[in-house]
């Protein structure tokens, strides 16, 4: 075991601090990370507020951060595929059983014993996992990917939540040239969607709640940006969608984009409001339309998005931040007050 600097909440009330944390040493199979760049997905935000409580119940102190990239510094005998000095870079996922079918698909974000980056059951250490508010890292190197070399840093490391997250439902509701594709809330998942589903080849038309957003929505990738609070903007699009990605972190009438996919039009949920979402039955009945939901991506498709940014020079747009500025983007992610996604630079924690 060693002590790693890191960031973190010590209740559902409290700022994120400066703290130790134990880390393992690495065994056989395991790469140890320098951390250069975390992102700030709002899902930190939720868990360190222990806003998704019924769901998923936060133990403190919680370390959060799972966009992770970095240098490999240290590897276990056994590790094949990463060697001192390469890049790596680590998602939502740790750990899973390997064993079950989910596994065995290349699934591993539905396996059962899938073991999440942070707030999940440590089996080397005991307590929780700590994620990537840290200057370091030890993961099996079956859950570090490979960063195409030609990416900048800083942007790489939310594709790790935010880009796989947008990325997968993308693919698997068929979003190509030909479909016209919403994307509902223009944040860090939202605008990592638009930039994938232009690339993919697809209409792309953005949902947003803040008018301010418009002309990047379309330097972004978008071909029409809709100002949501807008009940006429909203209806010309009535019954045109193939597919709408709602990345909204709070409360929202999902029924509004129900009504604006065609028959057979599906809308996914990868946001996560803390509270139950109101949905009219009539809207899906009439149109047979569906409704569904997507988590991040499993560790070859999260692959296959990271070589896809790579082939398209994709990253994300990020305001890079010290740590000490933690809480303060925090808040103005709740404002939607961020271009578009906060990505910590971890030498920052070195003078702490
Ligand atoms: N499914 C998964 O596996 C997965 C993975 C990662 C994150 N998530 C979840 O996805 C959600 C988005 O995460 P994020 O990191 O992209 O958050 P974010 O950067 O805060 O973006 C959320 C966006 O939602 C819109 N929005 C916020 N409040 C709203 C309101 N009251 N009404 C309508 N729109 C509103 C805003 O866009 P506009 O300003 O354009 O309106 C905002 O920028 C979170 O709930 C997060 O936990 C899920
Ligand atoms: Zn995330
Ligand atoms: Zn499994």
Redesign the pocket.
């Known amino acids: 075991m060693y002590n790693a600097k890191a960031y973190s909440a010590a209740g559902a009330t409290s700022p994120l601090a400066s703290a130790k944390i134990a880390r393992r040493d690495p065994g056989e199979h395991d790469v140890h990370i320098e951390i250069l760049f975390c992102g700030?997905?709002?899902?930190?935000?939720?868990t360190a507020r222990d806003e998704?409580h019924d769901a998923f119940a936060t133990v403190y102190p919680c370390v959060p951060g799972h966009e992770i990239v970095g240098r490999v510094a240290r590897v276990g005998s056994a590790v094949t595929r990463f060697k001192p000095g390469d890049l790596g870079a680590v998602g939502?996922l740790v750990d899973s059983d390997r064993t079950c079918p989910e596994c065995h698909a290349g699934l591993e974000?539905f396996c059962p014993n899938g073991v999440l980056t942070y707030n999940s059951p440590d089996k080397h250490l005991g307590g929780v996992t700590y994620g990537g508010y840290s200057d370091s890292i030890v993961v099996d190197e079956r859950f570090v990917l490979r960063v195409p070399a030609n990416l900048d840093l800083a942007g790489t490391a939310p594709l790790l939540?935010?880009g796989i997250?947008t990325y997968s439902p993308l693919r698997h509701w068929g979003v190509t040239k030909g479909k016209k594709a919403g994307v509902?809330?223009?944040?860090?998942?939202?605008?990592?969607g638009v930039k994938l589903a232009h690339a993919l080849g697809a209409h792309v038309v953005?949902?947003?709640?803040?008018p301010g957003?418009k002309e990047d929505?379309l330097r972004l990738g978008a071909d029409e940006v809709v100002i949501?609070r807008n009940a006429d903007e909203m209806r010309k699009h009535a019954g045109s969608f193939d597919f709408i990605l709602d990345?909204?972190?709070?409360?929202?009438d999902i029924g509004a984009y129900i009504q604006l996919l065609r028959r057979d039009g599906n809308i996914t949920?990868?946001?996560?409001?803390?509270k139950p979402l109101a949905l009219a039955a009539f809207g899906l009945i009439l149109g047979r339309r569906s409704l569904s939901?997507?988590?991040?991506g499993g560790l070859p498709e999260t692959q296959e998005m990271l070589d896809f940014c790579g082939a398209h020079n994709i990253t994300a747009d990020v305001e890079v931040i010290p740590i000490q500025k933690v809480n303060e983007a925090y808040e103005r992610?709740?404002r939607?007050d961020?271009k578009?996604?906060f990505s910590i630079d971890m030498a920052s924690l070195k003078s702490e």
């Open positions: 700030i997905c709002h899902s930190d935000l939720h998704w939502c974000q939540c935010a997250t509902v809330g223009l944040g860090g998942l939202g605008h990592m953005v949902f947003t709640t803040s957003k929505a949501s990345a909204v972190a709070a409360d929202h949920l990868v946001g996560a409001p803390a939901g997507s988590p991040i992610l709740l939607s961020v578009y996604r």
